[in-house]
């Protein structure tokens, strides 16, 4: 084997995104370092046991030296750290409450951050959120935009946020995704996303029932998400320096009749019910425009919503995922994304 590419950090890396990352970044002859207090199990990274380049800890973050006391003594120390660990999601931080929820979110991040200091990492990669812009008044929002959270998991994102753009002038370079709705199969998939979970109900019930039924979200292949952070972590380490991108493209922004007009498509024996919900809950209704991370980091979706759909029907069809009605595909109360 030619000699690794490099070292990289996942914290919360046996999820829905860092199981899927890891399996890229040992494709991409990177050494992994993979971090996850495994509340979910630990399924999705056993393949990974025989790779010479695939080290695994079981660690809670909030730990003051997690990351430190995990790496291995024979390897160099990380590039770059990827920080995916979190309590993720408007449900979820409501249910834990404010203090574990910034304890987690916040506090958390500010520990792994200090820590990829101290080791010299050159990159710290974010996953943030695109709740964090909230409502939008019509126009597609931007990096730029004004950030108006609607949830207790927007307000400890953009204070995590908030912290690492204040350490942009030195130490490890922080660059932030704000990720889209996910969609997809990854090593270990979730059912409590829209698309995802759509088609789960439509395919087990035969019936969907929803809500706010004129807003627009936008989607993101899990794949696609993966590739997205790849390009950030092979990007010069100047050129992302405290750059916040939108990951998504375009063509993936939707309402939800669309797409349950996707998943009709596909099931069109569901029954759709249409309820009002006029408070509480996650109210975003936003349009994304994703035109920095395209310039920038040359990035460009390679699946659709309609591949999600067909995906995720064939996954529950074929037996492929069994019991998805598991805790284990949720993220009702913790870690990782």
């Not at 084997?1 to 890891?22: D, F, K, R």
């Not at 003594?73 to 409450?97: E, M, R, T, Y």
Request: glycine share 8%.
């Amino acid at each position: 084997m030619n000699e690794p590419t490099g070292h990289v950090v996942i914290t919360g890396g046996a999820g829905y995104i860092g199981s899927l990352l890891t399996a890229e970044l040992l494709r991409a002859n990177y050494r992994v370092t993979v971090l996850d207090a495994l509340l979910f199990g630990g399924e999705s990274l056993v393949t990974f046991l025989s790779h010479p380049n695939f080290h695994f800890v079981k660690v809670d973050v909030t730990e003051p030296r997690a990351v430190k006391d995990s790496l291995r003594k024979d390897w160099p120390k990380p590039d770059a750290v990827v920080h995916l660990a979190a309590i993720v999601g408007f449900p979820a931080c409501q249910a834990v409450g404010r203090q574990a929820a910034w304890r987690y979110n916040v506090e958390a991040t500010k520990l792994a951050f200090e820590q990829a200091a101290g080791l010299g990492s050159g990159k710290f990669v974010f996953a943030s959120t695109y709740s964090n812009y909230g409502l939008s008044e019509g126009e597609a929002v931007t990096e730029e935009s004004k950030l108006n959270p609607q949830s207790l998991y927007a307000e400890t994102k953009i204070a995590a946020e908030e912290y690492l753009l204040s350490q942009a002038n030195g130490g490890p370079a922080p660059l932030l995704f704000r990720f889209a709705t996910l969609y997809g199969i990854s090593p270990r998939t979730r059912f409590d996303l829209i698309v995802n979970q759509f088609v789960l109900e439509a395919y087990t019930r035969r019936e969907l029932i929803i809500y706010q039924r004129g807003y627009s979200r936008s989607f993101i292949h899990v794949f696609d998400t993966v590739r997205g952070m790849m390009l950030g972590l092979q990007a010069p380490d100047g050129k992302v320096r405290g750059q916040i991108y939108n990951l998504g493209v375009e063509e993936g922004n939707y309402t939800k009749d669309e797409i349950v007009a996707l998943v009709l498509k596909r099931l069109p024996e569901t029954f759709v019910h249409y309820k009002d919900l006029t408070f509480g809950g996650d109210m975003r209704d936003i349009t994304v425009s994703f035109e920095k991370v395209r310039r920038e980091l040359g990035f460009e979706a390679t699946l659709t919503v309609d591949d999600g759909v067909r995906e995720v029907l064939t996954a529950l069809q074929t037996g492929l995922i069994r019991n998805p009605q598991d805790e284990k595909y949720r993220n009702a109360q913790f870690i990782v994304q």
